[in-house]
């Protein structure tokens, strides 16, 4: 529909709501007059992209736009008169898209679960009949499992009423069948079973005997056999998961040639024949009848230190998060990226994968990092040729690296190190030594606007000069680097303020 205007003033209350409708940018455009013979032609929006009734206000304006898997985000806050933010304003966000459908919720939910991240894409075509015709496997097998349970019981004499046979082997699948929800829901981890295998070894291993202990429990309170069972084997099909999922990466690290299937047989032989001398003596000292809190916590002990000892000497040749931290910090105290053996013995086992309290987030989304536009006016300067921008909360005491629309893998790499190389620089400003740069900030650290200017600068001239260098040391210590092994968030900034257009 084509509206001529001469000023803002001549404007009816309708054209501004059909104007403000099309962008949030269009209606804050109207705070300067345009040209008399300026002919706009603006279509209607569909109605998913209906904005919040906010936008209808001209004291808003936009500050940029983030997309999430295809999904769109406005961000912005009030301005003043002359068109520039309040300082005391702050950052609102404001969805394009109309809320999904339970169906479509639904689906996501269960593709969460079902298939790989980045299906299709991430698997060739030979997935889906493997998987189907394994899920029939798996049908068929359930099934029968029920029957032959229920013909063991009776055999061993559990009961000679059929009946009550029935109940017992019910109970048992039963509990069986809790472990293996609790073994798809933990399924839902994905990725974090390739950057973080470490970690997620060691904690299944601690699930492993938590499971343990629980089963041991149910001597003390049989009437609670069931739930008390379920609740173990849920706990244990978790840590089996977990085993199961990080095995193959391990062997993988081991073998030099095609040899992976016979690294694989002979670990599992070499485990199997471990296991089985454990149950000959487990057997032996029981019948000397043992305290069995004493046992079971002497016996825990040496399954969790030898856990820790094996995923310890692990070495990997990739930089996941822990030991692209150590990689970098090593860098930027000594001029060196530490060897393999080096870099995986001072990786950090005791982290849990799943817990996001780390001081630097890669990836993250523009309203935690940002609580007020001015600070993102303030450092967007500094990264208008980058695809990237990193800053930091001190409400949440992190450093926040953002990253811009068509980021590529390096791109991510180096929003990471720049990251690191910020978060040095602010512990050096409060006072900390660099032996603590790793750690998380203080949120009571609040630098002024200024003084975060003066630190990303110089974080700016540091990443200039040594980025290249870093890569090229990580190279020649056998170092791989993908930015999927960092586990970036999937957010990206595809609009950047109004100054850029």
């Not at 470490?198 to 629980?214: I, P, S």
């Not at 040639?257 to 149950?279: F, P, R, S, W």
């Not at 002024?448 to 630190?455: F, G, H, N, P, T």
């Amino acid at each position: 529909m084509p509206l001529k205007h001469s000023s803002p003033d001549t404007i009816s209350s309708d054209s501004v709501r059909l104007l403000s409708r099309e962008t949030l940018r269009i209606s804050a455009s109207l705070a300067s007059p345009p040209p008399d013979d300026d002919h706009l032609h603006l279509p209607l929006p569909p109605p998913q992209a209906l904005p919040d009734s906010h936008f209808l206000h001209s004291t808003l304006r936009l500050i940029c736009c983030e997309e999430i898997d295809g999904r769109r985000w406005k961000y912005v806050a009030e301005s003043d008169g002359s068109g520039k933010f309040k300082r005391s304003s702050t950052v609102r966000a404001i969805s394009l898209q109309s809320p999904q459908s339970p169906f479509d919720e639904v689906g996501s939910f269960l593709r969460s679960y079902v298939v790989p991240e980045g299906f299709p894409a991430s698997v060739n075509e030979s997935y889906v009949p493997y998987m189907t015709f394994r899920a029939l496997k798996h049908f068929f097998g359930g099934a029968m499992g029920v029957f032959t349970t229920q013909t063991l019981l009776n055999s061993v004499g559990a009961s000679r009423n059929s009946s009550a046979s029935a109940a017992v082997a019910i109970n048992w699948i039963l509990k069986d069948g809790a472990g293996r929800v609790g073994k798809m829901l933990f399924a839902r981890q994905g990725k974090k079973f390739d950057y973080d295998l470490k970690q997620l070894r060691f904690a299944g291993d601690l699930l492993m005997e938590l499971g343990a202990a629980v089963e041991l429990a149910t001597s003390a309170v049989p009437h609670l056999f069931l739930p008390l069972a379920c609740a173990a084997n849920v706990v244990k099909n978790v840590a089996a998961v977990t085993s199961t999922s990080t095995r193959t990466p391990i062997y993988k690290a081991f073998a030099k040639g095609e040899n992976i299937g016979d690294v694989t047989a002979k670990g599992e032989c070499v485990g199997n024949i471990a296991d089985l001398m454990g149950t000959g003596f487990s057997i032996l000292i029981s019948k000397r009848n043992p305290s069995l809190v004493t046992t079971f916590g002497l016996l825990s002990c040496g399954y969790l230190m030898s856990s820790y000892q094996e995923v310890r000497s692990v070495v990997l040749h990739t930089l996941n998060r822990a030991r692209f931290t150590v990689a970098v910090e090593s860098f930027i105290k000594t001029g060196r990226v530490p060897s393999l053996q080096q870099g995986n013995i001072q990786e950090k086992i005791f982290t849990f994968p799943w817990v996001e309290d780390r001081p630097v987030m890669l990836g993250a989304r523009f309203k935690d990092a940002f609580q007020d536009p001015c600070t993102y006016l303030a450092v967007k300067p500094f990264f208008d040729k980058e695809r990237y921008m990193v800053t930091y909360s001190p409400t949440k005491g992190k450093v926040y690296a953002l990253l811009k629309d068509k980021a590529s893998s390096d791109d991510i790499l180096k929003a990471a190190f720049h990251a690191h190389v910020l978060l040095h620089f602010l512990n050096q400003s409060k006072g900390g030594t660099t032996s603590k740069s790793v750690e998380r900030l203080d949120p009571s650290f609040a630098p002024m606007e200024y003084e975060l200017e003066s630190r990303i600068a110089e974080s700016c001239e540091m990443v200039s000069t040594s980025y290249g260098i870093f890569k090229n040391s990580a190279a020649e210590q056998g170092w791989r680097m993908s930015e999927s092994l960092l586990n970036p968030g999937r957010a990206r900034l595809c609009h950047i303020s109004e100054e850029e257009e």
